[in-house]
T-cell receptor, first 114, second 112 residues
Framework: DTAVSQTPKYLVTQMGNDKSIKCEQN?????MYWYKQDSKKFLKIMFS???????INETVPNRFSPKSPDKAHLNLHINSLELGDSAVYFC?????FGTGETQYFGPGTRLLVL | QQPVQSPQAVILREGEDAVINCSSS?????VHWYRQKHGEAPIFLMI?????EQKGHDKISASFNEKKQQSSLYLTASQLSYSGTYFC?????????????FGRGTSLIVHP
């Protein structure tokens, strides 16, 4: 069984379009995250939810809107896609949101904006 | 303020040892180490929470210095499977939360 899953794995789209990425975890964790990894492999936190409540929002353009319908799901919707949004987006989960929590990453969604 | 990793890249032959460092100008609450293979997700290796702590499994170990400002990852007798990018991460305190923050990664290539 996959612990953290994301769909789709690949996403190729035109500038200006709106797209969504879905994430699900079956680990029973309370906290979920979205990260963006750029072409230089820099891994940067975007958002985090704990028990469906937004706890981290790291200066991300408001074109990005996360949504957590329940503890096991965290989706990311992106409006008006731009070239600079091209990256790999990772979802992750952890038991809690303290500094000592191990994070489990999903396989990533490779987004290419043309 | 993200932790600083060094070196940026390491190239080894099988059986050689490597050390990857992660440092900060301020004491860290914790240090996490992850490995990411090309095209895959980062995988957790280990976490250190206490100053002076050392941990390890198999031939990969890590230490956290007494001041909690530096951690080192030690790869002994490296194998081809050790190739990948290694990240150290920590949590930066922000209000009541910790912001997960990663170093820029160290690329490790092990040749036969």
């Amino acid at each position: 069984d996959t612990a953290v899953s994301q769909t789709p794995k690949y996403l190729v789209t035109q500038m200006g379009n709106d797209k969504s990425i879905k994430c699900e975890q079956n680990l029973g964790h309370d906290t979920m995250y979205w990260y963006k990894q750029d072409s230089k492999k820099f891994l940067k936190i975007m958002f985090s939810y704990n028990n469906k409540e937004l706890i981290i929002n790291e200066t991300v353009p408001n074109r990005f809107s996360p949504k957590s319908p329940d503890k096991a799901h965290l989706n990311l919707h992106i409006n008006s896609l731009e070239l600079g949004d091209s990256a790999v987006y990772f979802c992750a989960s952890s038991q809690g949101f303290g500094t000592g929590e191990t994070q489990y990453f999903g396989p990533g969604t490779r987004l290419l904006v043309l | 303020q993200q932790p600083v990793q060094s070196p940026q890249a390491v190239i080894l032959r099988e059986g050689e040892d490597a050390v990857i460092n992660c440092s900060s100008s301020k004491a860290l609450y914790s240090v996490h180490w992850y490995r990411q293979k090309h095209g895959e997700a980062p995988i957790f290796l280990m976490i250190l929470l206490k100053g002076g702590e050392q941990k390890g499994h198999d031939k990969i170990s890590a230490s956290f210095n007494e001041k909690k400002q530096q951690s080192s990852l030690y790869l002994t007798a490296s194998q081809l499977s050790y190739s990948g990018t290694y990240f150290c991460g920590t949590g930066l305190r922000s209000g009541g939360s910790y912001i997960p923050t990663f170093g820029r990664g160290t690329s490790l290539i092990v040749h036969p």
